[in-house]
Nanobody, 121 residues
């Protein structure tokens, strides 16, 4: 059974930092790309960052470029999201997701339960 378990969320002041982690099990972690997605009150569900299977390629939504860093440790089957210079607009529930490629398309076929991030004075 595929399982993704996020952790590391919490309450942080504007300008602060948090590191989210996603522990993966039930599949060969090192062969799949992974993404972070967030659900925010203002924008709904938003893709935040992605990383390929070996960590050599990353991508980010413009609003987090230069502030967030996605990384992975395939030996420990862990996906991370380092978030710096947090603002209230980053408040939301953060989900990690496993990406699968089939018939010419990438899609998410597994999600974690989410971890809440609240950025507030």
């Amino acid at each position: 059974e595929v399982q993704l378990v996020e952790s590391g969320g919490g309450l942080v002041q504007p300008g602060g930092s948090l590191t989210l982690s996603c522990a993966a099990s039930g599949f060969t972690f090192s062969t799949y790309g992974m993404i972070w997605v967030r659900q925010t009150p203002g924008k709904g569900l938003e893709w935040v960052a992605g990383i390929n299977n070996d960590g050599s390629t990353t991508s980010y939504v413009d609003s987090v470029k230069g502030r967030f860093t996605i990384s992975r440790d395939n030996a420990f089957r862990t996906l991370n999201l380092q978030m710096n210079s947090l603002s209230p607009e980053d408040t939301g529930i953060y989900y990690c997701s496993k990406r699968t490629y089939s018939s010419g398309y990438y899609y998410s076929d597994a999600w974690g339960q989410g971890t809440q991030v609240i950025v507030s004075p």
